[in-house]
């Protein structure tokens, strides 16, 4: 008889780095440096779903490339809203885009950007600040899945009006529907604010520098990773950064390294927002 995993069952610690080194070698991607107990409750989830035997899903995601999409959206978290965390835009246009105004055009990077929700935000808040069309933001994820239906840019109707209130509190001008088109039970973002936004593949675990940057967001991915992969990426961060660049890791983020405060200067500390000093 299979052993099935029920919901208060828990991989055990061996078993779990048998799965992250058969992911590594079969697929190329690295869990190793995730935190442990987020991995477990995640791989737990997809065997009580799926109704698997640990023995079942390393077969499974050795012989099903399907699957392991599957998987990766599992385990890569994709929760997201536009404007989570309005006093985050706030502080955003309060401090740095003054900043940003100051160059003829700004490159924007929001890492592990999802299903580009907070890319929209920011191509919205950019263009009521007068910097639409000088500014192009990248919006990147590890997860396939999720980047093409960022650029879609297409929102379940029910979806855009909860984030309304989000819209309210950050202080701008009329509505969230107002940059959106609605078709009836979807909602479709503006062309223009497509329009200097592209979405692509990028592992902040073993991929590298791609762009230098005026300011780089990625808000709500470091608790999930370990610390020493925190600094690993940190350095990434920092070597994509223009002088005085801005990184923004959001109220649930810190940089706990002491190498790396010596880096930056705290611009907000609630809001987590970091300007890259020195060379």
């Not at 599957?70 to 885009?97: C, G, H």
């Not at 073993?206 to 991915?221: G, K």
Request: one cysteine or more.
């Amino acid at each position: 008889m299979k052993e099935v995993l029920d919901k208060d069952s828990n991989l055990t610690t061996p078993q779990l780095t048998e799965l992250i080194d058969l992911v590594k070698k079969i697929h190329g991607f690295d869990f190793g440096d995730y935190t442990k107990a987020s991995l477990k409750r995640r791989l737990a989830r997809i065997m009580m779903l799926k109704k698997l035997s640990f023995y079942d899903l390393k077969h499974i995601l050795v012989n099903d490339q399907a699957f392991f999409q599957e998987f990766l959206e599992e385990i890569t978290v994709n929760v997201t809203e536009m404007f989570r965390d309005p006093s985050f835009y706030k502080a955003l246009n309060a401090q740095v885009i003054p900043y940003l105004s100051t160059y003829q055009y700004t490159k924007i990077w929001c890492a592990g950007c999802s299903s580009g929700e907070e890319v929209y935000s920011l191509a919205i808040l950019l263009k009521e600040e007068g910097l639409g069309k000088k500014s192009f933001i990248y919006g990147t994820d590890i997860n396939t899945e999720v980047l093409k239906e960022a650029r879609k840019g297409i929102y379940s109707l029910r979806k855009i009006k909860s984030y309304a209130e989000n819209y309210l509190f950050t202080g701008l001008p009329g509505s969230i529907t107002d940059h959106f088109t609605i078709m009836y039970d979807a909602a479709a973002i503006h062309s223009e604010l497509k329009q200097n936004t592209l979405f692509s593949v990028h592992n902040l675990i073993s991929d590298t520098i791609f762009n230098e940057f005026q300011m780089i967001s990625c808000r709500n991915v470091f608790i999930y990773f370990e610390t020493e992969l925190q600094e690993r990426i940190l350095d990434l961060f920092y070597k994509s950064l223009c002088p005085l660049g801005y990184l923004c890791l959001g109220n649930k983020e810190t940089i706990r390294s002491d190498n790396f405060r010596k880096k930056f200067k705290v611009i907000n500390q609630k809001e987590n927002i970091y300007q890259k000093i020195g060379s």
